[in-house]
């Protein structure tokens, strides 16, 4: 097994993970632009780039509002069970409640990839097991890697085209500052 798929590294710092954000109640690109910069606070890491902001509609019921997306990418030496739990406690802090599956939300950030590690355990799946079927995903991780290849389900840039036709519009500038 190889170091990267075991979860291992000689150079923990040089590890690279992408985080899925999401928010479509109380002044959405606030909630994300908010998330992001506690991204960049994280302990042992740093925020190496963010994707722009990204409009969807929402994946589960219908009756909620659209939401906002981006996808950032960090280096960090936290493993990936701390780097979840760092996630829900950014989650946490910003007033996430769970109320319903696939439902509205304040705050969502997902760990999407940790380097190539595939892992499938109570606490975590990596990579994200939903990500190859959501454009709102797959859009703002190809601004930022184009040319990645996700373990276990291939080429970026063919699960992309594969949701070409789903809705995952970059938000203008002005929308990102009101």
């Known amino acids: 097994m190889s170091s990267a798929s075991s979860g291992l590294s000689a150079d923990l710092s040089s590890l690279r993970a992408y985080i899925g954000l999401g928010s479509n109640l109380d002044d959405p690109v606030a909630q994300v632009k908010h998330a992001i910069a506690a991204l960049a606070g994280l302990p042992q890491s740093r925020l190496l780039r963010q994707s722009r902001l990204y409009a969807s509609p929402p994946l589960g019921p219908l009756d909620q509002p659209d939401y906002v997306n981006a996808v950032v990418e960090l280096e960090t030496s936290l493993t990936p069970v701390q780097l979840l739990v760092a996630l829900q406690g950014i989650e946490q802090a910003q007033g996430r409640v769970r109320t319903r599956h696939w439902g509205e939300r304040i705050i969502d950030l997902d760990l999407l990839l940790y380097a190539d590690l595939q892992m499938d355990s109570a606490a975590l799946q990596l990579p994200h097991p939903g990500m190859a079927t959501r454009a709102f995903v797959l859009r703002p991780l190809a601004?930022?890697?184009?040319?990645?290849?996700?373990?276990?389900?291939?080429?970026?840039?063919?699960?992309?085209?594969?949701?070409?036709?789903?809705?995952?519009?970059?938000?203008?500038?002005?929308?990102?500052?009101?």
């Open 143 to 178: 601004e930022l890697s184009p040319d990645l290849t996700i373990p276990g389900q291939g080429d970026l840039s063919v699960l992309l085209a594969a949701r070409a036709a789903d809705r995952c519009d970059p938000l203008k500038q002005e929308q990102e500052i009101a």
